[in-house]
């Protein structure tokens, strides 16, 4: 047998153990070590788990994750979403559909300083919908755009997605970051359209809501200012050089702890839930990036990555068609386990074609991003959705009945990316020479 | 039996204490780092190494308490349209299957450890020995199989989710 199809039975014994119920992360371990035991020796395979599982822990770069996780859970649990929500409600709660363009408007800002979906999709669902339930708002349009606003913080900075990314492909986080701006803004632009438009075709979907005074709206601005001072010092941070990644997730997490402190919105048992969730999500994250770099050697003595290349360069194709047939890929794949796992799978073996066919990593970076962002919101693995039903006691059904018009966003973003990729690659290329 | 359960249940909880105070030190360090290196001009020496040992211990250490509450990525929706009895097996087996990896990597991370204790591995600038965080690690391996050996107790006593 050839290492190629060692390879090939190595990536379908994978996806055959994660339908096994064990953790993904332990099942690239076990192909890993098995398929570079039996191709080169079991002594150096033994010896490389334990080196990588040491490298990848005992890492200062892989800190940045937990560092932006424990960010976002302290701003969840001192209820600042609150706070952004109720800004941008006193704007634009008054219009037609007003507080579903409000939760888009405050989940947006929010972003800057939470990088968690459904860290996002949580917070909303217990702050949004109720509000929207009090006004009248149809339950199929509020947790349908909760679920789908959760998404946005896979795009917008600071991203975790977008730093996994960049560390699977060496990428600079900080080009990403900027890269992930103005598609964000224009997907959240599209949300809104969409909601117009709905509100438009059933306006008793969306009712309007008292308007505010200027006075009651200006009460709101110093929070929004607030976030935007942290944010504007964490990606200007980062851009000028000023601190690493890592010490821009510490400066961050230590200023949005501050104000929460000054403001007296979380205790010390508050931040120690946030600390304790954030080991959750940073050991899920790490323990799959520790998984597929064990499986990812494995993988590169199959050469299964360059010849995935060279095939894909062969197929003489339109760049859109590959890179389509590569989107379809991860969102299939994504869809049946999970769209953070597949990326972290997938990337290494699609990323050398990308290179080979000379498109922009931080580009396919970004359609990759909007690819996962629909995977969290389609069955059957819709984690955002699973979670906003949960919190608003809301049929799965109605949520996905409410989630399918905000993917023609989706869809749309994705489109305008692909086809000027500008959009993606104009900020970085301006700021980072 | 209980006390195994109680005794796994604590050890792990005590390790996740370890890895958020070593996350809170992480940002307390890294900020008191920028701040002397930015505007006094007198950076802590070897943060950078240091955040990498504490970044081991939030990871390390917290990983028992994650596998305990479940909350690694997995995918159980086909498991779960088995009957009982196949899903129970299908369960141990993953199970024992875990427990050999973590039986593998903590002994194989124990021998990493003493290679880097007996060649005297250091960090550059703080010259920190790095066999301790390997032993750590070691150790987390073995308090996962114990988490792992509980999945089965629960699987056996019908109160596995």
């Known amino acids: 047998m050839s290492e190629v199809e060692y390879g090939l039975i190595g990536l379908a014994v994978v996806l055959g153990m994660f339908l096994t119920g064990i953790e993904l992360a332990f099942a690239m371990i076990v192909v890993g070590v098995v398929g570079f035991g039996t191709l080169i020796s079991w002594d150096a395979a033994l010896s490389l788990l334990v080196k990588d599982i040491f490298n990848v822990f005992n890492s200062y770069s892989f800190t940045v994750i937990p560092l932006f996780v424990l960010m976002g859970q302290v701003s969840f649990n ?175 997490t230590f200023l949005v702890l501050l104000l929460a402190i000054f403001k007296k919105d979380i205790n010390f048992q508050g931040y120690i839930k946030s600390a304790s969730e954030s080991i959750r999500t940073a050991g899920m994250v790490l323990s799959l990036i520790a998984g597929s770099t064990v499986l990812g050697h494995f993988i590169a003595i199959t050469k299964i990555p360059l010849i995935t290349a060279d095939w894909l360069v062969s197929l003489n194709q339109p760049a859109w068609v590959i890179v389509a047939m590569i989107s379809i890929i991860y969102l299939v794949g994504g869809s049946f386990i999970d769209d953070i796992a597949f990326m972290i799978l997938a990337t290494p073996i699609f990323y050398p074609a990308i290179l080979k066919l000379g498109y922009d990593p931080i580009w396919f970076g970004m359609l990759v991003a909007i690819t996962v962002m629909v995977g969290v919101i389609i069955p059957p693995m819709a984690v955002v959705v699973f979670i906003v039903s949960k919190i608003t006691k809301t049929p799965l059904s109605v949520v996905y009945s409410g989630v399918y018009p905000f993917l023609i966003s989706l869809f749309v973003g994705w489109v305008l990316v692909f086809l000027f990729p500008g959009i993606a690659t104009f900020l970085p290329n301006l700021l980072m020479k | 039996m209980t006390g195994f359960l109680w005794f796994t249940e604590k050890t792990s909880k005590l390790m996740d204490i370890i890895a958020y105070t070593a996350l809170t030190s992480i940002m307390l360090l890294t900020v008191t780092d920028v701040v002397l290196r930015r505007f006094f001009n007198a950076p802590i020496v070897g943060t950078y190494e240091i955040v990498g040992m504490l970044g081991a211990i939030v990871l390390g250490f917290g990983l028992p308490l994650s596998s305990w509450l479940r909350s690694l990525i997995y995918v159980d929706f086909i498991v779960k349209k088995f009957p009982q009895k196949g899903q129970d097996i299908i369960n141990i087996t993953t199970r024992i299957v875990v427990i050999i990896v973590f039986l593998t990597i903590g002994y194989h991370m124990i021998q990493y450890g003493t290679e880097l204790m007996v060649s005297r591995e250091v960090s550059m600038t703080r010259r920190i020995p790095f066999y301790p965080i390997a032993y750590g690690l070691a150790i987390s391996s073995f308090v996962q199989c114990l988490v792992h050996v509980v999945d089965i107790i629960k699987i056996f006593g019908g109160e596995y989710e």
């Open chain 1, 78 to 252: 001192a209820g600042i979403a609150k706070r952004l929500f109720d800004f941008a409600h006193k704007f634009v709660g008054h219009i037609p559909g007003g507080l579903a363009m409000a939760t888009v408007v405050g989940a947006t800002t929010f972003k800057a300083i939470c990088g968690s979906s459904p860290a996002t999709a949580a917070t909303f669902a217990s702050v949004a919908v109720p509000e929207m339930d009090r006004y009248g708002y149809g339950r199929k349009l509020s947790t349908g755009i909760v679920a789908s606003v959760g998404t946005l913080g896979v795009l917008l900075p600071p991203s975790v997605t977008l730093i996994i990314y960049g560390i699977i492909t060496d990428s600079s986080i900080a080009r990403l970051f900027l890269a992930g701006i103005f598609p964000g803004l224009i997907i959240a632009f599209l949300f809104v359209c969409v909601i117009f438009g709905w509100c438009k075709i059933d306006p008793k979907i969306g009712p309007v809501s008292p308007k505010s005074t200027w006075v009651e709206r200006f009460k709101t601005l110093p929070d929004v200012l607030v976030v935007g001072v942290i944010f504007v010092l964490i990606i200007g941070g980062i851009l000028y050089g000023f601190f690493t990644p890592s010490e821009a997730g510490s400066v961050g």
